[in-house]
T-cell receptor, first 113, second 109 residues
C-alpha cells in the first residue's frame, strides 16, 4: 500500500474488555514498531518486529499487552482486560530496516471508559 | 533510562516570526531525528543528524547537532500558518526511537 494503515481509527472499550488493534505496514518493510502516545506526550516505544520475529518487547507496560506478526506482514496489538490508563493513541511504524526512516500510520485512538 | 528533554513545551508566535525548539540529553546521542505531527495527525519524519556539529537546511527549516552530540535544535525562519503542529526530536537507539515530549507551535496570522 501507499502507507502504513491502522484500524480501527477509534476504539471505545469498557474497562475489562479485550481489544485488538491492527497494523498493515508498507509493503516490503521488514521492520515494524508499536508506540503508545499519551495526550500531550511523545510516542513511547512498545515493541519491535523484524519480519515475524519479535526482537524487542521491553516497552510493553504489562503482561496484558501482547503483539504478534505471524507472517511477517500485518501485526496485531492486543490488550487484555483494558484499564483506563491504557487510553492513548497507539501508533504503528514500519521501516525497510533499522535505523532507516520509520513511517508512521495514523494511529488508533483507544478510549477506555 | 534514556531521556531526551525538549524545550519549550509550547510556543505561540506571530506569523513571520522565527521559532526555535531545543533538544537536550545528559548522554551522548548516537543520532537525532526530527518529526512533525500536525494536530490530529501522526509523526512525519523531517530529518536525521548523525555527525558532530552537523547543520542541515530544508527551505525555512535549519537543523543543528551540537559539537558534543548532546543537544540539537530546529529553527524555523519566518513562520507560516502551515508550520503549526508539534515538533519532536528523537534518538534512534538500537531498534527504537526515544522521543522528547515535543514543542507545540501555534502561529497567529
Amino acid at each position: 500500500g501507499a502507507g502504513v494503515s491502522q484500524s480501527p481509527r477509534y476504539k471505545v472499550a469498557k474497562r475489562g474488555q479485550d481489544v485488538a488493534l491492527r497494523c498493515d505496514p508498507i509493503s516490503g518493510h521488514v521492520s515494524l514498531f508499536w508506540y503508545q502516545q499519551a495526550l500531550g506526550q511523545g510516542p513511547e516505544f512498545l515493541t519491535y518486529f523484524q519480519n515475524e520475529a519479535q526482537l524487542d518487547k521491553s516497552g510493553l507496560p504489562s503482561d496484558r499487552f501482547f503483539a504478534e506478526r505471524p507472517e511477517g506482514s500485518v501485526s496485531t496489538l492486543k490488550i487484555q482486560r483494558t484499564q483506563q490508563e491504557d487510553s492513548a493513541v497507539y501508533l504503528c511504524a514500519s521501516s525497510l530496516n533499522p535505523p532507516d526512516i520509520q513511517y508512521f500510520g495514523a494511529g488508533t485512538r483507544l478510549s477506555v471508559l | 533510562g534514556q531521556q531526551v528533554m525538549q524545550i519549550p513545551q509550547y510556543q505561540h508566535v506571530q506569523e513571520g516570526e522565527d521559532f526555535t525548539t531545543y533538544c537536550n540529553s545528559s548522554t551522548t546521542l548516537s543520532n537525532i531525528q526530527w518529526y512533525k505531527q500536525r494536530p490530529g495527525g501522526h509523526p512525519v519524519f523531517l530529518i536525521q543528524l548523525v555527525k558532530s556539529g552537523e547543520v542541515k537546511k530544508q527551505k525555512r527549516l535549519t537543523f543543528q547537532f551540537g559539537e558534543a552530540k548532546k543537544n540539537s535544535s530546529l529553527h524555523i525562519t519566518a513562520t507560516q500558518t502551515t508550520d503549526v503542529g508539534t515538533y519532536f526530536c528523537a534518538e534512534g537507539s538500537g531498534n527504537k526511537l526515544v522521543f522528547g515530549a515535543g514543542t507545540i507551535l501555534r502561529v497567529k496570522s
